[in-house]
């Protein structure tokens, strides 16, 4: 017979091979961690973010956010409530694109909602302005 004499392959699996479907799993997992973080960045932007601006009565003027003075903020849109507390100073704040300011005869509370470009803004009380004043950065 012709075949009798053809060499016999003994086939097997090398020593060496590993499943590679027992990998399916983590791909899986890496495709809900990044569902989750498009999900959290909705969030916050949909949030307003709140500033507190205060003057007087002393020979006072602060932005703060929460209990910390601004020094740096990212542009975008944020909601200033306003109290000018004396009847001799006032707040006013401009940079890019802003100037705004309470009236310095009047007590008043004000609510602005401002849009902050990159570039320096800056915070002042007008009949002051060489000692109640400060600035601030924003940022991209
Ligand atoms: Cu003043």
């Given amino acids: 017979m012709a075949g009798a004499n053809l060499p ?24 809900g961690a990044s569902w989750l973080g498009l999900a959290s960045q909705d969030a916050l932007a949909a949030t307003p973010i709140k500033l507190n601006a ?12 929460g209990n910390n003075r601004v020094v740096t903020l990212k542009a975008g849109s944020y909601v200033i409530t ?3 507390r004396a009847s001799d100073h006032n707040f006013r704040l ?10 310095v005869s009047r007590v008043e509370t004000r609510t602005w ?8 803004y800056t915070y002042l ?8 004043k400060a600035s601030f950065q924003v940022k991209r």
Avoid: Q, W
Wanted: aromatic share 4%; hydrophobic share 35%; charged share 20%.
């Fill in 125 to 132: 009380c007008d009949p002051h302005a060489s000692h109640m």
């Fill in 54 to 65: 205060e003057v007087g009565p002393g020979f006072t003027i602060t932005l703060k956010k």
């Fill in 8 to 31: 016999t392959y003994h086939g097997g699996m090398p020593a060496d091979f590993k499943p590679h479907l027992l990998r399916a799993p983590r791909v899986v997992m890496l495709l």
């Fill in 82 to 84: 306003v109290r000018d």
């Fill in 113 to 120: 909602t401002v849009s902050l470009r990159p570039g320096t």
């Fill in 94 to 103: 401009r940079g890019p694109g802003l100037n705004r300011a309470t009236a």
